[in-house]
């Protein structure tokens, strides 16, 4: 039955509570299919959907894509459109090796990375109609080369030293890819290993420092 035939799925996805903690059998998820002709169809996994959690997992065949229609939005109602290539959801074009305008300015303290001539040529390219995944490839490797540059800067002025890239913003493979690669030649680049970079690295800290703090009282 194709998209068109069969009838039309309810607007609102299910949202599977728990009352205490869970453990979620991909086999035992709750599936969901979001969509209409007009906006295209998307496979859901949810997983849970409470007022302080959503968490699911959404597919698209290969080549295809969706967008949102007056039944059913997207968040903010952004008009998205997302492509599959060779199997892997890529919002950023891969093969995009453009970039935007930025400023360092060493004029004060602390120094300042101006990215608003990034942010002018972003809306010039939107209202030309460049696609969104050359746009966010180009916003990336904008972001990656002023991480480099403005290391650069600081290693001319105080020297060599390490880079440790850390915090959420590096869970995310395409930035961190490109802020190595624009480093790894003349610096010594350290990411996470065994400890995520974003939330869960701050919990297991807090954790860490808790259990100081118990052991000293003597709790």
């Known amino acids: 039955m194709t998209l068109v035939e069969r009838p039309a799925p309810p607007k609102s996805s299910p949202r599977p509570v728990f009352d205490g903690p869970a453990v979620i059998r991909r086999a035992d998820v709750t599936r969901h299919i979001w969509g209409d002709p007009a906006a295209g169809e998307v496979f859901d996994w949810i997983y849970a959907s409470t007022e302080r959690v959503h968490m699911l997992v959404f597919g698209v065949p290969a080549g295809g894509g969706f967008r949102h229609s007056e039944d059913f939005r997207t968040i903010f109602a952004a008009d998205e459109l997302l492509h599959v290539l060779s199997g892997v959801l890529v919002i950023a074009d891969p093969a995009e090796a453009g970039a935007y305008c930025f400023n360092l300015d060493r004029s004060q303290t602390p120094w300042t990375l101006d990215l608003r001539p990034m942010v002018r040529q972003i809306v010039s390219d939107m209202t030309d109609g460049i696609a ?40 995310n493979d395409r930035l961190a890819e490109r802020v190595v690669g624009e480093l790894s030649n003349d610096f010594t680049v350290h990411l996470h290993e065994r400890v995520p970079p974003g939330d869960g690295g701050i919990a297991l800290g807090q954790a860490v420092i808790a259990g100081a703090i118990v052991r000293r009282l003597g709790m």
């Open 132 to 171: 969104a995944s050359m746009i966010s490839a180009r916003f990336h490797n904008t972001i990656g080369a002023a991480s480099g540059a403005m290391v650069r800067a600081v290693a001319a002025q105080y020297g060599a030293m390490p880079v440790v890239l850390t915090g959420g913003c590096f869970q």
